[in-house]
């Protein structure tokens, strides 16, 4: 198949007669296109051209291919989003865009969606500290980039208004036009956000020039990233406004296609906010400075227990979120232990920063300090109830695929993924609402020694191999055991993959032998510390890898899945995104693995 042909576009400002008319030249003579992406200011700058611009929105112009944007901004725009807000088919969680009208699609907030194979990242609106219901995005928004930033994948396309603070740093100088590196229209959120998302391709608008940067390498990512910086439509300049894109999704890509470098590309422009910002500057300016502006979310001002490396009274953004932080003892704001509990223990993140909720009764999360041992036990249990509900794992609840389960024991049972690795890859899951498979009771440890036992003999009976492994939170979600089958042939090699996988994330796995899966796993539970991360693989030989996560490093979440897809040569299914099926073939799917294990099904 080939790859998706997309047109980006800079600010619109109104000027539909002009991109339409542009887009139509272009698509006869160059296309088909799959669909438009605009970036910058989309509605009018003056009431002038008003007209012409609701000729669209209200029907009576066509608009020829599928157009997105994200600069929610301009004359008319409250009204034409207000509508669109209060639309009942736009209601709900909709990252691929709010539809308008027919083939326009406002781009909300931020979020990522799969645009013909793409992975498509945006942040809408510009920064503003005003909270204006449109036109600025919200600290929530860049939140939800953040932790974009922790999942596995690479993002394809990256969206915003503003051009980020720092692009030009380290880029020649000939290819750059009369002010094109000054600060304005520039937003230093939107520099921090791409070197922790690190897309493959950023586009902004807003500065009324166009300007594609040499490629740059990321920090602790092979591929490389491409800017482009597009002019305004009918610009009196004549600078380009629209450019065609056709990128292979990186999903379908192999690692050498991915990590390819062209000569001219460059260093990373934001080393800088990792370095000079942090060391010979750091004496020099306020904690509150405009490249960290947007590090720190939470005024710990009144808190007690403060260790981090920073002075001031702002609380890192990272450290609270995720319990650790790239920058350590370096960063200039507050690691806080108490906060970071209280996220721990449940309780919603705006009533901690703010004091309030403004999701009110729709808030799952807690809205009281939980600081009290004697209600602790009781707000654990109702917490837990919660939990139950809303988890994809809980067989109690609504979230449950049920149609994925091919057996169920007493207490663990047995369920094909959303998304599979590879035919027959199986999650082994507790019963109960736990965290781990490792600290369960000796009954339920009988039960999961059966489970594994009956699939390395229904692996074995195919001429396969089982490699079971388990990523543990600290935060505490519902445990899944994930067992994939691989061929005999690839056994051997499979230890020594996982090792050169963790040499490459800077640790050594402890490798422990033994006879018996039970005293493999006795020893799991003896390194396992419940204040820390922890991941560990029984490969099919006896032997067990684990690893105990340190405070501050960075460990993918889905480490296990792409080590084992590099092994199996199938780099693209590392993102179980990638390999959804629909509910008809996940079905055909279980009944299918149902007949070929029910011989050796332990609940049978």
């Known amino acids: 198949m080939s790859p998706p042909r997309i ?58 291919i599928p157009t997105y944007f994200i600069g929610d901004y301009g004359v008319g725009a409250a009204k034409v989003l207000l509508a669109a807000s209060k639309n009942s088919a736009n209601q709900g969680f909709k990252m691929d865009g709010f539809k308008v009208t027919d083939n326009l699609f406002w781009l909300k907030g931020s979020g990522n969606f799969t645009l013909h194979g793409l992975s498509a990242a945006y942040l809408s609106g510009r920064q503003s500290s005003e909270g204006q219901q449109f036109g600025t995005y919200s600290q929530d928004d860049v939140d939800a980039l953040r932790a974009l930033a922790e999942e596995p994948g690479i993002v394809d396309l990256f969206l915003t208004n503003e051009w980020p603070s720092g692009v030009t740093n380290k880029a020649a ?7 094109i590196s000054d600060s304005s229209n520039t937003d230093s ?10 897309p493959r391709y ?14 740059y390498s990321n920090v602790d990512a092979v591929h490389v990233t491409r800017f482009l910086g597009l002019a305004p439509v009918g610009n009196k300049e004549k600078q380009k406004f629209i450019h065609a894109l056709s990128p292979t999704p990186a999903a379908t890509m192999s690692a050498a296609d991915i990590s390819m470098k062209t000569p001219n590309t460059t260093l990373s422009p934001y080393t800088f906010l990792d370095q000079g910002s942090h060391s010979k500057e750091a004496a020099k300016r306020p904690s509150d400075s405009v490249s960290d502006s947007q590090y720190w979310r939470y005024d710990v001002s009144q808190k007690r227990q403060k260790h981090g490396g920073g002075d001031g009274d702002k609380m ?3 450290f609270i979120y995720s319990g650790s932080c790239p920058r350590g ?8 232990t108490d906060a970071r509990e209280q996220c721990l223990r449940g309780v919603c993140l705006d009533f901690i920063i703010k004091g309030k909720c403004e999701k009110g009764p729709e808030c799952s999360y807690k809205h009281s300090l939980q600081n009290d041992d004697s209600q602790r036990t009781h707000r654990s249990e109702n917490a837990s109830a919660n939990r139950s509900k809303e988890c994809w794992f809980c067989l109690s609840s609504p979230s449950v695929e049920s149609h994925l389960i091919v057996s169920v024991g007493e207490y663990y049972y047995c369920a094909l993924p959303k998304g599979p690795l590879v035919e027959d890859h199986v999650l082994v899951i507790p019963v109960e609402h736990v965290p781990n498979t490792i600290s369960t009771s000796p009954e339920c440890e009988k039960e999961l020694g059966r489970f594994q036992n ?12 089982a490699v079971f492994f388990e990523w543990l939170s600290k935060r505490g979600t519902h445990a899944n055991l994930q067992a994939v089958p691989i061929p005999t042939s690839k056994a051997a090699a499979v230890q020594d993959i996982f090792n050169l996988a963790a040499e490459k994330l800077g640790f050594k796995f402890l490798a422990t032998k033994s006879s018996k899966s039970s005293d493999g796993r006795r020893s799991l539970r003896a390194q396992f510390d419940r204040n820390c991360s922890f991941f560990y693989v029984e490969l099919p030989e006896g032997t067990v890898l684990s690893h105990l996560i340190e405070e501050n490093e960075r460990f993918p979440a889905q480490f296990g899945r792409e080590v084992l897809a590099g092994l199996l040569n199938i780099a693209d299914k590392a993102d179980w995104r990638n390999c959804m099926l629909g509910k008809e073939e996940e079905t055909k799917m279980v009944e299918d693995f149902k007949k070929r294990f029910e011989a050796f099904d332990p609940n049978q």
């Open 7 to 64: 047109l980006l576009c800079g600010d619109v400002l109104g000027r539909l007669n002009q991109l339409f008319k542009r887009v139509q030249t272009v698509n006869k003579s160059a296309g088909p296109f799959d669909a438009v992406l605009c970036v910058g200011q989309f509605f009018p700058d003056s009431s002038e051209l008003l007209d012409e611009f609701m000729n669209y929105v209200e029907g009576r112009s066509e608009i020829p």
């Open 173 to 179: 100088a000939s290819d750059m036009l009369v002010g």
């Open 189 to 198: 959120t939107v520099s921090e956000l791409v070197a922790e998302i690190k």
């Open 202 to 215: 950023h586009i902004a608008g807003s500065k009324g020039v166009f300007y594609a940067r040499e490629p």
């Open 316 to 318: 890192c953004f990272k």
């Open 329 to 336: 003892e370096k960063c200039n704001f507050q690691h806080d």
């Open 454 to 465: 009956s699939l390395m003999m229904y692996f074995k009976n195919q001429g396969k191999e």
